[in-house]
């Protein structure tokens, strides 16, 4: 087995947890957890449902090394088994939910990340997701209405990331 890359994923897992880290880095974030998370939002509002698989799957192993809240690796599941684009857009919201409550639940002095809700996602119910700008990438339409919606909120402190400054996608 490889164990150095074991203790290294290890030691970014509890630098997580330790700082209560969980959101997204826009170019290299400093832990795959985050980094795989937006890689699943991303390749949603791209309608590329085998890439948000595969990220997904990369969240459920680094969720095996440890400590990360069980809704978050049973959220990423069913992103990641999923059959179809909707499926893994439902995944994805339960998936959001749960990155989110446990952004909420610590205390970062990381970049702020962005709450942002569609409201016309699943029928008319609305669906929320992170993000790092305040430009709209919509997961759960896609291509089809890319721009629909907005932001919630501003969860200041959000993820810790490799770098200090904002980042904007205009």
Same mark, same amino acid.
């Given at each position: 087995?490889?164990? &150095?890359?074991? /203790?290294?994923? %290890?030691?970014? !897992?509890?630098? &997580? %947890?330790?700082?209560?880290?969980?959101?997204?880095?826009?170019?290299?974030?400093?832990?795959?957890?985050?980094?795989?998370?937006?890689? !699943?939002?991303? #390749?949603l509002?791209?309608?590329? %449902?085998?890439? @948000?698989?595969?990220? #997904? @799957?990369?969240? &459920?192993?680094?969720s /095996?090394?440890?400590?990360?809240?069980? $809704?978050?690796s049973?959220?990423?599941?069913?992103?990641?088994d999923? /059959?179809?684009? #909707? =499926?893994?857009?439902?995944?994805?919201? #339960?998936l =959001?939910?749960?990155?989110?409550n446990? &952004?909420?639940?610590?205390?970062?002095?990381?970049?702020?990340?962005?709450?942002?809700?569609? +409201?016309?996602?699943?029928?008319? /119910?609305?669906?929320?997701?992170? $993000?790092?700008t305040?430009?709209?990438?919509?997961?759960?339409?896609? =291509?089809?209405?890319?721009?629909?919606?907005?932001? !919630?909120r501003?969860?200041e402190?959000? +993820?810790a990331?490799?770098?200090?400054? =904002?980042?904007?996608?205009?």
């Open positions: 087995m490889n164990t &150095i890359r074991q /203790k290294v994923r %290890l030691l970014l !897992v509890a630098s &997580i %947890l330790a700082t209560g880290a969980m959101a997204a880095a826009q170019q290299e974030p400093n832990n795959p957890l985050v980094e795989s998370y937006m890689k !699943v939002g991303t #390749a509002a791209d309608d590329d %449902l085998r890439t @948000a698989q595969g990220a #997904a @799957a990369a969240m &459920i192993e680094d /095996k090394v440890g400590g990360i809240p069980e $809704q978050v049973t959220a990423a599941s069913s992103v990641a999923a /059959k179809d684009l #909707a =499926s893994a857009r439902v995944g994805f919201q #339960a =959001s939910t749960a990155v989110q446990m &952004i909420e639940e610590s205390t970062s002095d990381g970049e702020s990340v962005y709450l942002m809700r569609c +409201p016309m996602a699943f029928g008319g /119910k609305g669906g929320t997701w992170l $993000q790092l305040t430009a709209v990438s919509n997961p759960y339409f896609g =291509s089809k209405m890319l721009h629909c919606g907005g932001v !919630v501003e969860i402190g959000g +993820p990331t490799d770098s200090d400054h =904002s980042h904007s996608n205009h």
